[in-house]
């Protein structure tokens, strides 16, 4: 690569511009504001063209993508120019596993590549986009799981493991909003299914038959006007089942219910939904599998 080498990127230098970009947007909620302040400040510190930061999903078929939070705008010719304000808003989504980014989805691993031309693993550009002369994607973790990925391109001394190195703290504090707007996004949905079911079932006591009956405030259970000893757990277990009776209610929405902010795994829900059962062998809790489950009154 031809011009002088940058210097090399201190801790200091990329603590400063991440505090920088979070004092600035500590209480937005929009994540491609954040992200966008996080991108530019990625690259300007690398000496980088452009760029993206994006989380990761997975198609009908389980195949990894990525959808952008914020996106240089490049915008090489007219339709994707057009894309790309089409998109802006909700975020491009990037797609292609045969290119440079691709293989950081495929394998979980960085990718640098200071030759994409000639580099196998490059699925060539489209028609007119701008030279691609360098290139280096990262992912980032949470709980051991890919979160996302950085995609920064067109450093003039090329990428290194060092450099990627040093943006450690940058891809941790990635994954961390990245975590922070997930559980968001799962209170939000549990708030909306609850007060579906709160519709649907207003009274504060719901009638569950077999002589069970349920107290919403306080929450409580009865059985033939005498009170049932359940935990705290297990009545706000019952309590979700009740507002959806016979109706098909997430493990995600029970998880979020039961638990809160903690995160848990499926044999601790699994394992409450049994205990409930021995507790209430009257009640039928079918299990939805794939789904969640259902607690079922015959009228």
């Known amino acids: 690569m031809n011009g002088k080498p940058s ?14 970009v979070l004092s600035h947007y500590i209480c937005e909620t929009n994540p491609h504001v954040l992200f966008n302040g996080l991108l530019e400040a990625l690259l300007e510190i690398t000496d980088s063209e452009y760029g993206f930061i994006g989380e990761v999903f997975h198609d009908e078929r389980e195949q990894p993508y990525v959808k952008c939070y914020a996106t240089t705008n490049i915008a090489w010719n007219a339709d994707t120019r057009a894309l790309y304000e089409e998109n802006r808003q909700k975020g491009m989504e990037f797609s292609k596993l045969d290119s440079l980014y691709g293989s950081v989805l495929k394998t979980g691993q960085q990718v640098i590549s200071n030759d994409p031309a000639r580099d196998p693993r490059s699925g060539g550009l489209p028609k007119g986009h701008p030279p691609l002369n360098t290139f ?14 950085v995609g920064i391109a067109n450093r003039r001394p090329g990428y290194d493991k060092a450099l990627a190195e040093a943006l450690h703290p940058f891809l941790v504090t990635c994954g961390n909003l990245i975590q922070a707007y997930r559980n968001n996004r799962r209170r939000q949905d549990t708030e909306r299914e609850l007060n579906r079911y709160r519709q649907l079932l207003p009274e504060k006591q719901l009638e569950l038959g077999k002589g069970y009956q349920l107290c919403l405030s306080p929450l409580s259970l009865s059985h033939n006007d005498h009170p049932v000893m359940l935990s705290r757990k297990e009545l706000l277990l019952l309590q979700i089942l009740a507002l959806g009776m016979n109706k098909p209610v997430s493990a995600k929405a029970i998880e979020d219910h039961v638990w809160q902010d903690v995160v848990v795994g499926g044999s601790s829900l699994r394992s409450l939904v049994r205990r409930l059962r021995n507790k209430l062998p009257e009640l039928e809790i079918k299990t939805l599998s794939g789904t969640g489950y259902m607690l079922l009154r015959e009228d």
Do not use: K, S
């Open 7 to 20: 210097a090399p990127i201190t801790e200091r230098d990329l603590l400063e511009a991440i505090t920088t």
């Open 136 to 149: 280096m994607g990262l992912p980032f973790y949470g709980g051991g799981q890919l979160l996302g990925m």
